[in-house]
């Protein structure tokens, strides 16, 4: 098989697949136990940990693989739409589309550039904030005149060239 042909398929494979955090436990009961309290009918193919276990971290981020990139789509959208009732078992759950290799060296790096950007906000104490999407969309937040963040829609990021390239 070519480079090509199989960076295509790791990549369309990529897109019927979720990173979640959830506690560490037994991940496939925890996760059919989600699926039911989001009333999704959709069942996840495979369930794996990502990286290695050790006692002192915070739990491994979870991928969990559909049969589909729809399906895979439809329980990130339910996950989202639960999030927002008073349910406080849905709530704490963080889910995000999973990244191809490309696309995670690309969110890392722009992670880096929006914490810059953060950090030159605080350090002239304005009322902005920065903040990366899972998307790959960079937002610009500002306090308005009660105090409360709202996004700015008309702000666009331009990304910075990278050094060394």
Same mark, same amino acid.
């Given at each position: 098989?070519? !480079?090509?042909l199989?960076?295509?398929m790791?990549?369309?494979?990529?897109?019927?697949?979720? +990173?979640?955090?959830?506690?560490?436990?037994?991940? %496939?009961d925890? !996760?059919? $136990?989600?699926?039911?309290?989001?009333?999704?009918?959709v069942?996840?193919?495979?369930? $794996?940990?990502?990286?290695?276990?050790?006692?002192?971290?915070?739990?491994?981020?979870?991928?969990?693989?559909?049969n589909?990139?729809?399906?895979? @789509?439809?329980?990130?959208? @339910?996950?989202?739409?639960?999030?927002? $009732?008073?349910?406080?078992? +849905?709530?704490?759950?963080?889910?995000?589309?999973? @990244?191809?290799?490309?696309?995670?060296?690309?969110?890392?790096? !722009?992670?880096?550039? +929006?914490?810059?950007? %953060?950090?030159?906000?605080?350090?002239?104490?304005?009322? $902005?904030?920065?903040? !990366? @999407?899972?998307?790959?969309e +960079?937002?610009?937040?500002?306090?308005?005149? %009660?105090?409360?963040?709202?996004?700015?829609?008309?702000?666009i990021?331009?990304?910075?060239?990278?050094?060394? %390239?």
């Open positions: 098989m070519s !480079l090509p199989k960076t295509a790791r990549d369309e494979k990529s897109k019927s697949e979720v +990173v979640m955090q959830l506690p560490e436990k037994n991940d %496939n925890d !996760l059919s $136990t989600l699926c039911s309290k989001i009333c999704i009918s069942r996840p193919t495979a369930v $794996t940990r990502l990286g290695k276990k050790e006692a002192a971290k915070l739990p491994r981020p979870m991928k969990v693989t559909f589909s990139p729809f399906d895979a @789509r439809t329980f990130l959208a @339910r996950v989202s739409e639960c999030k927002k $009732t008073d349910d406080d078992d +849905v709530k704490g759950i963080r889910c995000r589309p999973c @990244r191809s290799p490309e696309d995670q060296a690309r969110h890392v790096a !722009l992670s880096a550039q +929006v914490h810059k950007l %953060n950090e030159t906000a605080r350090a002239t104490e304005n009322e $902005t904030s920065y903040s !990366l @999407r899972s998307n790959g +960079v937002w610009k937040f500002t306090k308005d005149a %009660n105090g409360k963040w709202k996004r700015a829609t008309e702000w990021f331009t990304p910075s060239p990278q050094s060394g %390239n």
